[in-house]
């Protein structure tokens, strides 16, 4: 049997690309094996960037949105540092604006839900037992479809498990407001020095990467930051329409919390394709407690606000920039749902915008060296 490879001069020479593609991948194994057995060493960098992670996803997210104010106030002869502290004072009036608006409002509406809960409870108890007498279910119940007893020994189960759960959710909300608040104070540091030196870092970062490369590396950094604000401004513009047309609707129609609802409405339309229909569970629940034909202009209602999002204002403030199939979406948003919740879910596409922007510049710098270095010069004359 003849050797995959042989050692020359300190050098190792593969017989094709094939064995050398095969030792490759051994040594990534090996290696990965070999990372997982001394895993202990890498959970300090792992809770310093879990800790990290939140304030500079917030502050990234906001350095896209408020970038082009910021050029906008350079332009008018504002200095940087002026012109950030103008848009943070900008910002903080327009929360104060919104919350002396809605605040009493959402308030109200809060402490109304909050109050009727045990109502809502008891009336969706009722359905529950009405259905459970319906013909339909007990027909179920003789095909052997639902058993009793399993249903019996699965609310069961629930009940003893939930001082459990409840005892988990009291340390999960204390960790929740604990990240909030270190997200609350460190934001507004992290994103005043990346409005304030973010123009720097393309360069800086290209000092790492060697001189024939540095052109096409800012290239490729110059395309991804378009990608991202691209997509968290048009987002942004996107998501504020959707909140406010789904309030005005419910309010049309008369279905309480509205403004609770509507806030819905526009947070889960980040999330593409899913995020309608988890934006509008709530709604239904509440529509179907009161009446069924409000649910049906609950549907009505997201149905013109959908419609008028998908062919009017996401291709006019996002377009087709991103260029990313509806099935690729669709997988991204199962596995990073799978993998990461709500958060991977809202994450995937942005993260796939970028890595394939990346890829792509790459792909095609390395196409464009290889035909420089098939054509030969031209001959002197």
């Known amino acids: 049997m003849s050797l995959l490879f042989f050692v020359i001069g300190g050098k ?4 094709s690309k094939l064995h050398f593609w095969t030792f490759e991948l051994l040594m990534i194994a090996v290696l990965i094996f070999v990372c997982t057995k001394i895993s202990f060493i890498f959970n300090p960098i792992v809770i310093f960037v879990s800790t990290l992670f939140f304030p500079v996803l917030v502050s990234g997210f906001l350095y896209f949105l408020f970038r082009p104010i910021v050029h906008f106030l350079q332009k008018l002869k504002f200095p940087k540092a002026l012109a950030i502290l103008a848009l943070y004072v900008l910002f903080i009036g327009v929360i104060t604006l919104v919350s002396s608006l809605i605040g009493p409002s959402l308030s109200s509406q809060v402490n109304d839900l909050v109050n009727n809960m045990p109502k809502y409870i008891n009336q969706a108890q009722g359905f529950i037992n009405e259905l459970s007498n319906s013909k339909a279910f007990k027909w179920v119940v003789e095909q052997d479809y639902v058993s009793i007893e399993k249903i019996q ?5 629930v009940g003893s498990s939930l001082p459990e759960h409840l005892s988990n959710s009291f340390s999960t909300i204390f960790s929740v407001l604990t990240n909030v608040t270190l997200t609350v104070v460190t934001v507004p540091f992290i994103l005043y020095y990346m409005l304030s030196d973010g123009d720097k870092f393309p360069k800086a970062l290209m000092n790492f990467v060697p001189t024939s490369y540095r052109g096409e590396g800012l290239k490729i950094l110059k395309d991804t ?5 691209t997509y968290i401004q048009g987002q942004m513009i996107v998501c504020l329409f959707v909140g406010l047309a789904t309030f005005i609707g419910y309010l049309i129609i008369g279905l309480p919390y509205a403004i ?3 806030i819905i409405a ?8 899913v995020g309608p229909f988890i934006g509008i569970a709530p709604a239904l629940i509440v529509a179907l407690l009161d009446s069924p034909t409000k649910a049906i202009f609950v549907i009505i209602v997201v149905v013109i606000v959908q419609q008028i999002d998908g062919n009017v204002i996401s291709p006019l403030v996002i377009g087709k920039k991103l260029d990313t ?10 596995v990073a749902g799978n993998l990461a919740g709500i958060l991977g879910m809202i994450l995937a596409v942005p993260v796939y915008a970028v890595c394939k922007t990346i890829v792509l510049n790459l792909v095609r710098f390395i196409k464009l060296r290889s035909k420089n270095k098939e054509t030969p010069p031209p001959k002197a004359t």
């Open 153 to 157: 020994n699965t609310v069961l189960n």
């Open 260 to 262: 609770i609802l509507g």
């Open 225 to 229: 930051n378009q990608t991202l604000a």
């Open 266 to 273: 526009a947070l889960t339309n980040i999330i593409p394709y």
């Open 12 to 15: 190792i020479l593969f017989k």
């Open 325 to 334: 199939h509806p099935l690729t979406i669709i997988i991204l948003l199962l």
